[in-house]
Protein backbone atom coordinates (compact mmCIF):
# COMPACT_ATOMS: atom_id res chain seq x y z
CA UNK A 1 0.00 0.00 0.00
CA UNK A 2 3.12 2.38 0.60
CA UNK A 3 4.55 2.13 -2.43
CA UNK A 4 1.08 3.60 -3.84
CA UNK A 5 2.21 6.90 -2.79
CA UNK A 6 5.82 7.15 -4.80
CA UNK A 7 4.30 8.44 -7.80
CA UNK A 8 1.68 10.44 -6.42
CA UNK A 9 4.63 12.15 -3.39
CA UNK A 10 7.38 12.46 -6.18
CA UNK A 11 4.96 14.79 -8.87
CA UNK A 12 4.35 16.77 -5.97
CA UNK A 13 7.35 17.49 -4.78
CA UNK A 14 8.76 18.01 -8.42
CA UNK A 15 5.99 20.71 -8.81
CA UNK A 16 5.56 22.36 -5.78
CA UNK A 17 10.00 22.02 -4.81
CA UNK A 18 10.85 23.91 -7.90
CA UNK A 19 8.25 26.76 -7.77
CA UNK A 20 8.13 27.68 -4.25
CA UNK A 21 10.24 29.99 -2.56
CA UNK A 22 8.59 29.39 0.78
CA UNK A 23 11.21 27.24 3.26
CA UNK A 24 9.14 25.59 5.69
CA UNK A 25 7.19 24.12 2.76
CA UNK A 26 10.50 23.18 1.15
CA UNK A 27 11.19 21.89 4.80
CA UNK A 28 7.76 19.53 4.77
CA UNK A 29 8.33 18.27 1.24
CA UNK A 30 11.84 17.46 1.69
CA UNK A 31 10.47 15.52 4.91
CA UNK A 32 7.94 13.68 2.91
CA UNK A 33 10.03 12.36 0.48
CA UNK A 34 12.58 11.48 2.95
CA UNK A 35 10.35 9.68 5.78
CA UNK A 36 7.36 8.42 2.73
CA UNK A 37 8.06 5.05 3.62
CA UNK A 38 7.85 6.07 7.88
CA UNK A 39 5.36 5.08 9.95
CA UNK A 40 5.04 6.13 13.77
CA UNK A 41 2.85 4.97 16.66
CA UNK A 42 1.92 6.98 19.97
CA UNK A 43 0.86 5.26 23.04
CA UNK A 44 -0.55 7.53 25.71
CA UNK A 45 -0.72 7.00 29.53
CA UNK A 46 -2.83 10.05 32.23
CA UNK A 47 -5.05 12.81 31.60
CA UNK A 48 -6.23 14.81 28.49
CA UNK A 49 -3.70 17.00 29.07
CA UNK A 50 -1.07 14.45 28.26
CA UNK A 51 -3.87 12.99 25.46
CA UNK A 52 -4.25 16.56 23.70
CA UNK A 53 -0.24 16.54 23.81
CA UNK A 54 0.08 13.23 21.70
CA UNK A 55 -1.78 15.52 19.44
CA UNK A 56 1.02 17.88 19.38
CA UNK A 57 3.61 15.10 18.93
CA UNK A 58 1.22 13.52 16.15
CA UNK A 59 1.31 16.86 14.54
CA UNK A 60 4.88 17.28 14.72
CA UNK A 61 5.82 13.63 12.91
CA UNK A 62 3.19 14.09 10.11
CA UNK A 63 4.79 17.33 9.53
CA UNK A 64 7.77 15.41 8.83
CA UNK A 65 6.09 12.96 6.67
CA UNK A 66 5.55 10.24 9.05
CA UNK A 67 2.28 8.43 8.93
CA UNK A 68 0.19 7.13 11.96
CA UNK A 69 -0.32 3.60 12.38
CA UNK A 70 -1.00 1.41 15.52
CA UNK A 71 1.39 -1.84 15.57
CA UNK A 72 4.45 -1.60 16.85
CA UNK A 73 6.08 -4.22 13.97
CA UNK A 74 5.07 -1.49 11.54
CA UNK A 75 6.09 1.60 13.20
CA UNK A 76 9.66 3.23 12.41
CA UNK A 77 8.96 5.58 15.77
CA UNK A 78 7.51 4.84 19.18
CA UNK A 79 6.98 7.62 21.28
CA UNK A 80 5.77 6.72 24.96
CA UNK A 81 3.94 10.14 26.29
CA UNK A 82 3.96 8.58 30.00
CA UNK A 83 2.06 9.63 33.29
CA UNK A 84 3.11 9.52 36.99
CA UNK A 85 0.47 10.64 39.29
CA UNK A 86 -0.43 7.13 40.45
CA UNK A 87 2.33 3.87 40.87
CA UNK A 88 0.27 2.08 38.66
CA UNK A 89 0.21 4.43 35.98
CA UNK A 90 4.24 4.32 35.23
CA UNK A 91 4.51 0.49 36.12
CA UNK A 92 2.45 0.18 32.74
CA UNK A 93 4.89 2.61 30.61
CA UNK A 94 8.12 0.41 32.26
CA UNK A 95 6.20 -2.83 31.33
CA UNK A 96 5.31 -1.19 28.00
CA UNK A 97 8.95 0.02 27.64
CA UNK A 98 10.53 -3.10 28.51
CA UNK A 99 8.56 -5.39 25.94
CA UNK A 100 10.03 -2.88 23.13
CA UNK A 101 13.93 -4.81 23.98
CA UNK A 102 13.19 -7.83 21.36
CA UNK A 103 11.64 -5.48 18.83
CA UNK A 104 14.78 -3.22 18.54
CA UNK A 105 17.52 -5.62 18.78
CA UNK A 106 15.85 -6.96 15.37
CA UNK A 107 15.09 -3.46 13.92
CA UNK A 108 18.44 -1.62 14.97
CA UNK A 109 16.81 1.87 13.38
CA UNK A 110 13.96 1.73 15.08
CA UNK A 111 13.54 4.67 17.38
CA UNK A 112 11.85 4.69 20.79
CA UNK A 113 11.37 7.86 22.64
CA UNK A 114 9.80 8.76 26.26
CA UNK A 115 8.05 11.80 26.84
CA UNK A 116 5.48 13.04 29.43
CA UNK A 117 5.46 13.43 33.23
CA UNK A 118 7.65 10.45 34.08
CA UNK A 119 10.65 11.70 33.05
CA UNK A 120 10.08 15.15 34.61
CA UNK A 121 10.74 13.43 37.76
CA UNK A 122 14.14 14.36 39.62
CA UNK A 123 16.49 11.50 38.66
CA UNK A 124 14.06 9.65 36.24
CA UNK A 125 15.81 10.14 33.06
CA UNK A 126 18.77 8.92 34.07
CA UNK A 127 16.80 5.89 35.72
CA UNK A 128 14.80 5.55 32.24
CA UNK A 129 18.27 5.00 30.51
CA UNK A 130 19.97 2.84 32.67
CA UNK A 131 16.73 0.34 32.85
CA UNK A 132 16.07 0.52 28.94
CA UNK A 133 19.37 1.43 27.15
CA UNK A 134 17.77 0.67 24.00
CA UNK A 135 15.53 3.90 24.27
CA UNK A 136 16.78 6.84 21.75
CA UNK A 137 15.23 9.70 22.93
CA UNK A 138 14.22 10.61 26.49
CA UNK A 139 12.55 14.64 26.83
CA UNK A 140 10.24 16.30 28.79
CA UNK A 141 6.90 18.08 28.48
CA UNK A 142 8.38 21.25 28.32
CA UNK A 143 10.89 19.73 25.42
CA UNK A 144 7.79 18.66 23.68
CA UNK A 145 8.09 21.65 20.82
CA UNK A 146 11.81 20.45 20.49
CA UNK A 147 11.09 17.09 19.97
CA UNK A 148 11.00 17.05 16.11
CA UNK A 149 14.42 18.48 16.29
CA UNK A 150 15.46 15.90 18.85
CA UNK A 151 14.18 13.14 16.49
CA UNK A 152 15.89 14.40 13.68
CA UNK A 153 19.32 14.30 15.96
CA UNK A 154 18.64 10.70 16.89
CA UNK A 155 17.86 9.93 12.96
CA UNK A 156 20.82 11.39 11.31
CA UNK A 157 23.55 10.40 14.04
CA UNK A 158 22.62 7.38 15.50
CA UNK A 159 22.68 8.84 18.93
CA UNK A 160 21.22 9.06 21.94
CA UNK A 161 19.39 12.09 23.06
CA UNK A 162 17.99 13.42 26.62
CA UNK A 163 16.25 16.99 27.39
CA UNK A 164 15.10 17.98 30.43
CA UNK A 165 14.40 20.97 31.13
CA UNK A 166 12.14 22.94 33.70
CA UNK A 167 8.60 23.58 32.60
CA UNK A 168 8.66 27.46 32.41
CA UNK A 169 7.29 28.08 28.52
CA UNK A 170 3.90 28.54 26.81
CA UNK A 171 4.53 27.14 23.37
CA UNK A 172 1.88 28.28 20.34
CA UNK A 173 2.01 27.25 16.82
CA UNK A 174 2.67 23.65 17.11
CA UNK A 175 1.25 21.49 14.58
CA UNK A 176 -1.87 19.20 15.90
CA UNK A 177 -2.40 15.60 14.83
CA UNK A 178 -6.20 15.74 16.36
CA UNK A 179 -7.83 12.49 17.04
CA UNK A 180 -11.15 13.27 18.88
CA UNK A 181 -13.44 14.93 16.02
CA UNK A 182 -15.85 16.35 16.75
CA UNK A 183 -14.43 16.55 19.63
CA UNK A 184 -11.31 19.17 20.79
CA UNK A 185 -9.01 19.77 23.28
CA UNK A 186 -7.53 23.16 24.28
CA UNK A 187 -5.06 24.40 26.89
CA UNK A 188 -5.66 27.18 28.35
CA UNK A 189 -3.04 26.99 30.62
CA UNK A 190 -0.31 24.79 31.86
CA UNK A 191 1.11 23.68 35.14
CA UNK A 192 -0.13 23.63 38.89
CA UNK A 193 0.42 25.95 42.34
CA UNK A 194 -1.42 24.33 44.40
CA UNK A 195 0.47 21.69 46.11
CA UNK A 196 -2.32 19.08 47.10
CA UNK A 197 0.21 17.25 49.42
CA UNK A 198 -0.67 13.75 47.87
CA UNK A 199 0.17 14.96 44.15
CA UNK A 200 3.40 14.69 41.64
CA UNK A 201 1.78 17.37 39.28
CA UNK A 202 3.07 20.52 39.91
CA UNK A 203 6.34 19.07 40.93
CA UNK A 204 6.35 17.58 37.12
CA UNK A 205 4.72 20.02 35.26
CA UNK A 206 6.18 23.63 36.74
CA UNK A 207 4.08 26.68 37.77
CA UNK A 208 1.11 27.71 36.11
CA UNK A 209 1.16 29.88 32.66
CA UNK A 210 -1.83 30.68 31.06
CA UNK A 211 -2.01 31.65 27.20
CA UNK A 212 -3.10 34.56 26.41
CA UNK A 213 -7.03 35.02 25.46
CA UNK A 214 -6.68 35.94 22.47
CA UNK A 215 -4.58 32.76 20.98
CA UNK A 216 -7.26 30.93 23.02
CA UNK A 217 -10.00 32.47 21.32
CA UNK A 218 -8.66 32.25 17.62
CA UNK A 219 -7.54 28.52 18.34
CA UNK A 220 -11.33 27.51 19.24
CA UNK A 221 -12.32 29.90 16.33
CA UNK A 222 -10.40 28.08 13.80
CA UNK A 223 -11.81 24.65 15.38
CA UNK A 224 -14.96 25.55 14.99
CA UNK A 225 -14.57 26.71 11.39
CA UNK A 226 -13.06 23.33 10.57
CA UNK A 227 -16.27 21.46 12.00
CA UNK A 228 -15.45 20.70 15.39
CA UNK A 229 -18.36 20.66 17.83
CA UNK A 230 -17.15 20.30 21.30
CA UNK A 231 -14.16 22.36 22.56
CA UNK A 232 -13.13 21.35 25.98
CA UNK A 233 -10.92 23.77 27.61
CA UNK A 234 -7.68 22.28 29.90
CA UNK A 235 -6.03 23.46 32.86
CA UNK A 236 -4.98 21.60 35.60
CA UNK A 237 -7.04 24.30 37.53
CA UNK A 238 -9.31 26.21 34.77
CA UNK A 239 -9.97 28.58 37.66
CA UNK A 240 -6.43 30.42 38.42
CA UNK A 241 -6.12 31.04 34.96
CA UNK A 242 -5.13 34.65 34.13
CA UNK A 243 -3.56 34.84 36.97
CA UNK A 244 -0.09 35.46 35.99
CA UNK A 245 -0.97 37.37 32.59
CA UNK A 246 -0.14 41.20 32.52
CA UNK A 247 -3.59 42.12 31.18
CA UNK A 248 -6.02 41.45 34.10
CA UNK A 249 -9.16 38.42 33.09
CA UNK A 250 -10.14 35.65 35.01
CA UNK A 251 -11.45 32.13 33.49
CA UNK A 252 -15.39 33.23 33.40
CA UNK A 253 -13.85 35.87 31.00
CA UNK A 254 -12.20 33.91 29.36
CA UNK A 255 -15.02 31.36 29.23
CA UNK A 256 -17.42 33.97 28.01
CA UNK A 257 -15.61 34.96 25.21
CA UNK A 258 -15.30 31.56 23.78
CA UNK A 259 -18.93 30.87 23.93
CA UNK A 260 -19.15 34.39 22.28
CA UNK A 261 -18.01 32.51 19.02
CA UNK A 262 -20.42 32.19 16.28
CA UNK A 263 -21.60 28.67 15.28
CA UNK A 264 -23.19 25.33 17.31
CA UNK A 265 -20.82 23.85 19.09
CA UNK A 266 -20.58 22.91 23.00
CA UNK A 267 -17.90 23.92 25.77
CA UNK A 268 -16.77 22.07 28.76
CA UNK A 269 -14.09 22.87 30.41
CA UNK A 270 -11.91 20.74 33.40
CA UNK A 271 -10.22 20.44 36.12
CA UNK A 272 -12.11 23.28 38.77
CA UNK A 273 -10.47 23.49 42.16
CA UNK A 274 -13.38 23.86 44.56
CA UNK A 275 -11.18 26.76 46.92
CA UNK A 276 -11.15 29.10 43.45
CA UNK A 277 -14.89 27.83 41.78
CA UNK A 278 -16.89 31.06 42.34
CA UNK A 279 -19.94 32.74 41.49
CA UNK A 280 -18.89 34.42 38.76
CA UNK A 281 -18.03 31.61 36.65
CA UNK A 282 -21.48 30.04 37.67
CA UNK A 283 -22.98 33.14 36.06
CA UNK A 284 -21.72 32.78 32.87
CA UNK A 285 -21.98 29.07 32.42
CA UNK A 286 -25.80 30.04 33.22
CA UNK A 287 -26.02 32.59 30.82
CA UNK A 288 -24.32 30.88 27.35
CA UNK A 289 -26.31 27.67 26.10
CA UNK A 290 -23.04 26.60 24.58
CA UNK A 291 -21.67 25.88 27.70
CA UNK A 292 -22.88 22.31 29.35
CA UNK A 293 -24.31 22.65 32.33
CA UNK A 294 -21.86 19.68 33.40
CA UNK A 295 -19.34 20.96 36.20
CA UNK A 296 -15.96 18.78 37.25
CA UNK A 297 -15.40 19.67 40.58
CA UNK A 298 -13.14 17.51 42.34
CA UNK A 299 -13.63 17.01 46.30
CA UNK A 300 -10.92 14.75 46.89
CA UNK A 301 -12.05 13.65 50.71
CA UNK A 302 -15.18 14.49 52.82
CA UNK A 303 -13.36 14.89 55.78
CA UNK A 304 -12.20 18.10 57.26
CA UNK A 305 -9.02 16.56 58.97
CA UNK A 306 -7.66 14.75 56.16
CA UNK A 307 -8.85 17.95 53.43
CA UNK A 308 -6.83 20.35 55.62
CA UNK A 309 -3.66 17.28 55.71
CA UNK A 310 -4.08 17.52 51.44
CA UNK A 311 -3.65 21.24 51.73
CA UNK A 312 -7.34 21.73 50.02
CA UNK A 313 -8.22 24.93 51.25
CA UNK A 314 -11.74 23.87 51.55
CA UNK A 315 -14.07 22.09 54.35
CA UNK A 316 -16.79 19.57 53.00
CA UNK A 317 -19.36 22.43 53.96
CA UNK A 318 -17.90 25.12 51.68
CA UNK A 319 -17.56 22.65 48.88
CA UNK A 320 -21.33 21.38 49.07
CA UNK A 321 -22.24 25.17 49.67
CA UNK A 322 -20.80 25.65 46.32
CA UNK A 323 -22.71 22.62 44.59
CA UNK A 324 -25.87 23.94 46.14
CA UNK A 325 -24.77 27.77 44.88
CA UNK A 326 -24.73 26.03 41.82
CA UNK A 327 -27.81 24.42 41.40
CA UNK A 328 -29.69 26.98 43.24
CA UNK A 329 -29.28 28.63 40.00
CA UNK A 330 -29.23 26.12 37.34
CA UNK A 331 -31.32 23.47 38.74
CA UNK A 332 -30.93 20.67 35.84
CA UNK A 333 -26.66 21.12 36.46
CA UNK A 334 -24.58 17.92 36.25
CA UNK A 335 -21.68 17.91 38.77
CA UNK A 336 -18.71 15.03 38.58
CA UNK A 337 -15.81 14.50 41.34
CA UNK A 338 -12.21 12.64 41.44
CA UNK A 339 -12.42 11.20 44.98
CA UNK A 340 -9.50 9.37 46.87
CA UNK A 341 -9.50 6.85 49.32
CA UNK A 342 -6.54 6.01 51.98
CA UNK A 343 -5.16 8.89 52.18
CA UNK A 344 -2.82 8.67 55.39
CA UNK A 345 -4.20 8.27 58.56
CA UNK A 346 -7.55 7.93 56.30
CA UNK A 347 -10.21 6.95 59.65
CA UNK A 348 -13.27 4.83 58.87
CA UNK A 349 -14.82 8.14 60.53
CA UNK A 350 -12.92 10.18 57.56
CA UNK A 351 -13.99 7.98 54.83
CA UNK A 352 -17.34 7.98 56.26
CA UNK A 353 -17.15 11.33 55.97
CA UNK A 354 -16.72 10.88 51.64
CA UNK A 355 -19.49 8.62 51.54
CA UNK A 356 -21.73 11.28 53.16
CA UNK A 357 -20.87 13.89 50.28
CA UNK A 358 -21.14 11.14 47.64
CA UNK A 359 -24.85 11.07 49.00
CA UNK A 360 -25.48 14.56 49.26
CA UNK A 361 -23.51 15.87 45.85
CA UNK A 362 -25.63 13.58 43.93
CA UNK A 363 -22.73 13.16 41.32
CA UNK A 364 -23.94 12.23 37.88
CA UNK A 365 -20.19 10.47 37.67
CA UNK A 366 -16.84 9.86 39.33
CA UNK A 367 -13.78 8.89 38.92
CA UNK A 368 -12.55 7.02 42.11
CA UNK A 369 -8.92 6.60 43.00
CA UNK A 370 -6.75 4.73 45.58
CA UNK A 371 -4.37 6.79 47.59
CA UNK A 372 -0.73 5.91 45.89
CA UNK A 373 2.68 6.96 47.50
CA UNK A 374 4.33 9.72 45.19
CA UNK A 375 8.01 10.05 45.82
CA UNK A 376 8.90 13.93 46.77
CA UNK A 377 5.51 15.13 47.97
CA UNK A 378 4.54 16.05 51.55
CA UNK A 379 1.87 13.31 51.87
CA UNK A 380 4.73 10.08 51.14
CA UNK A 381 6.51 11.48 54.38
CA UNK A 382 3.39 11.41 56.11
CA UNK A 383 3.15 8.74 59.09
CA UNK A 384 0.11 7.03 59.24
CA UNK A 385 -0.05 5.40 55.47
CA UNK A 386 -3.04 2.97 55.19
CA UNK A 387 -2.54 -0.99 54.08
CA UNK A 388 -3.41 -2.22 50.98
CA UNK A 389 -6.30 -4.32 52.39
CA UNK A 390 -8.44 -1.82 53.93
CA UNK A 391 -7.97 0.78 51.04
CA UNK A 392 -9.24 -2.26 48.92
CA UNK A 393 -12.15 -2.58 50.85
CA UNK A 394 -12.61 1.18 50.91
CA UNK A 395 -12.56 2.06 47.08
CA UNK A 396 -15.17 -0.72 46.58
CA UNK A 397 -17.43 0.57 48.84
CA UNK A 398 -17.57 4.10 47.52
CA UNK A 399 -17.72 2.50 43.87
CA UNK A 400 -20.85 1.08 44.94
CA UNK A 401 -22.20 3.89 46.69
CA UNK A 402 -21.47 6.04 43.62
CA UNK A 403 -23.07 3.20 41.41
CA UNK A 404 -25.94 3.29 43.13
CA UNK A 405 -26.91 6.92 43.12
CA UNK A 406 -26.33 6.79 39.54
CA UNK A 407 -28.63 3.61 39.18
CA UNK A 408 -30.86 5.94 41.11
CA UNK A 409 -30.51 9.19 39.05
CA UNK A 410 -31.49 6.94 35.52
CA UNK A 411 -34.91 5.91 35.66
CA UNK A 412 -35.70 10.01 35.37
CA UNK A 413 -34.50 9.89 31.54
CA UNK A 414 -37.31 7.13 30.31
CA UNK A 415 -39.25 8.48 27.97
CA UNK A 416 -37.31 11.97 27.92
CA UNK A 417 -35.66 13.24 24.46
CA UNK A 418 -32.19 14.44 24.82
CA UNK A 419 -29.82 16.34 22.39
CA UNK A 420 -26.92 14.60 21.88
CA UNK A 421 -23.54 15.39 20.02
CA UNK A 422 -22.83 11.80 17.58
CA UNK A 423 -19.05 10.96 18.52
CA UNK A 424 -18.66 7.90 17.14
CA UNK A 425 -19.73 4.46 15.69
CA UNK A 426 -19.38 1.67 17.96
CA UNK A 427 -18.26 -1.27 15.38
CA UNK A 428 -18.49 -4.25 17.62
CA UNK A 429 -22.15 -3.39 19.23
CA UNK A 430 -23.55 -2.11 16.13
CA UNK A 431 -24.43 1.51 17.47
CA UNK A 432 -23.65 4.86 17.07
CA UNK A 433 -22.72 6.88 20.55
CA UNK A 434 -22.68 10.20 22.13
CA UNK A 435 -23.47 12.25 25.14
CA UNK A 436 -26.12 14.49 26.21
CA UNK A 437 -24.89 17.88 27.48
CA UNK A 438 -24.36 16.53 31.13
CA UNK A 439 -22.23 13.92 29.82
CA UNK A 440 -24.30 11.26 30.00
CA UNK A 441 -23.36 8.11 27.44
CA UNK A 442 -26.23 7.38 24.87
CA UNK A 443 -26.39 4.66 22.35
CA UNK A 444 -28.93 4.85 19.24
CA UNK A 445 -29.04 2.43 15.91
CA UNK A 446 -28.97 4.34 12.58
CA UNK A 447 -28.38 3.87 8.99
CA UNK A 448 -26.99 6.99 8.26
CA UNK A 449 -23.47 8.08 9.08
CA UNK A 450 -24.40 11.11 11.50
CA UNK A 451 -21.11 11.65 13.57
CA UNK A 452 -20.18 14.94 14.09
CA UNK A 453 -24.23 15.68 14.33
CA UNK A 454 -26.40 16.86 16.66
CA UNK A 455 -29.18 14.70 16.86
CA UNK A 456 -32.32 14.49 19.08
CA UNK A 457 -32.44 10.54 20.44
CA UNK A 458 -35.83 9.40 22.77
CA UNK A 459 -34.54 7.29 25.41
CA UNK A 460 -36.11 3.80 25.66
CA UNK A 461 -33.27 2.01 28.25
CA UNK A 462 -32.03 4.39 30.93
CA UNK A 463 -29.31 1.75 32.76
CA UNK A 464 -26.71 3.24 35.42
CA UNK A 465 -23.72 4.61 33.57
CA UNK A 466 -25.40 4.15 30.10
CA UNK A 467 -28.86 5.14 27.99
CA UNK A 468 -30.08 3.33 24.95
CA UNK A 469 -32.44 5.22 22.62
CA UNK A 470 -34.15 5.70 19.33
CA UNK A 471 -32.76 8.13 16.69
CA UNK A 472 -35.42 11.11 16.49
CA UNK A 473 -34.08 13.21 13.75
CA UNK A 474 -30.87 15.29 13.47
CA UNK A 475 -30.78 19.05 14.09
CA UNK A 476 -29.64 21.88 11.86
N1 LIG B 1 -5.68 19.11 38.45
C1 LIG B 1 -6.76 18.22 38.42
C2 LIG B 1 -6.37 16.79 38.12
C3 LIG B 1 -5.27 16.21 38.88
S1 LIG B 1 -4.85 14.55 38.60
C4 LIG B 1 -7.51 18.39 39.69
O1 LIG B 1 -6.96 18.84 40.68
O2 LIG B 1 -8.67 18.08 39.68
C5 LIG B 1 -6.44 13.77 38.63
C6 LIG B 1 -6.80 13.14 39.91
O3 LIG B 1 -5.87 12.14 40.28
C7 LIG B 1 -6.85 14.04 41.12
O4 LIG B 1 -8.01 14.81 41.16
C8 LIG B 1 -6.77 13.07 42.25
O5 LIG B 1 -8.04 12.59 42.62
C9 LIG B 1 -5.98 11.90 41.65
N2 LIG B 1 -4.64 11.82 42.23
C10 LIG B 1 -3.67 12.75 42.21
N3 LIG B 1 -2.59 12.31 42.89
C11 LIG B 1 -2.90 11.07 43.35
C12 LIG B 1 -2.21 10.11 44.14
N4 LIG B 1 -0.99 10.33 44.61
N5 LIG B 1 -2.83 8.93 44.41
C13 LIG B 1 -4.08 8.70 43.95
N6 LIG B 1 -4.77 9.57 43.22
C14 LIG B 1 -4.20 10.76 42.92
FE1 LIG C 1 -2.57 17.98 41.72
FE2 LIG C 1 -3.96 19.51 43.35
FE3 LIG C 1 -2.73 20.60 41.26
FE4 LIG C 1 -4.85 19.05 40.87
S1 LIG C 1 -4.85 21.01 41.97
S2 LIG C 1 -2.92 18.98 39.76
S3 LIG C 1 -4.66 17.53 42.49
S4 LIG C 1 -1.75 19.66 43.02
FE1 LIG D 1 -1.68 14.20 33.60
FE2 LIG D 1 -0.48 12.14 34.67
FE3 LIG D 1 0.91 14.24 34.04
S1 LIG D 1 -2.46 12.89 35.21
S2 LIG D 1 -0.49 15.97 34.21
S3 LIG D 1 -0.20 12.90 32.63
S4 LIG D 1 1.18 13.02 35.86
Given at each position: MRYLKIPRLFKTFKSHFAKTNDKNLKKKLFYNIINFMKKYKVVTYGCQMNEHESEKLGGILEARGYEKCLSDEEADVIVFNTCCVRENAEQHAYGNIGALKGLKKKKKSLIIAVGGCMTQQKGAAEKL????????????????????AL??????????????????????????????????????????????????????????????????????????????????????????????????????????????????????????????????????????DKICNCVHLPVQSGSDRILKLMNRHYTAEDYLSKIKLLRDKIPSCAVTSDI??????????????????????????????????????????????????????????????QNSVNRAQSPAYNGKTVEILCE???????????????????????????????????????????LYGDFINVQE
Amino acid sequence: MRYLKIPRLFKTFKSHFAKTNDKNLKKKLFYNIINFMKKYKVVTYGCQMNEHESEKLGGILEARGYEKCLSDEEADVIVFNTCCVRENAEQHAYGNIGALKGLKKKKKSLIIAVGGCMTQQKGAAEKLRSTFPFVDIVFGTDNLGDFGALLDRAVESGKHFAEITENDTVTEGLPFRRNSYPNAWVNVMYGCNNFCTYCIVPYVRGRERSRKPEDVIAEVKSLVAEGYKEITLLGQNVNSYGKDLEEKTDFAELLAAVAEIDGKFRIRFMSNHPKDFNEKLIDVIKKYDKICNCVHLPVQSGSDRILKLMNRHYTAEDYLSKIKLLRDKIPSCAVTSDIMVGFPTETEEDFQATLDVVKKADYSGAFTFVYSRRSGTVADKMDGQIDDETKKDRIMRLVELQNSVNRAQSPAYNGKTVEILCEDFDEKKGYYLGRDEYGKMVYFKHGENVVGKFVNIKITEAKSISLYGDFINVQE
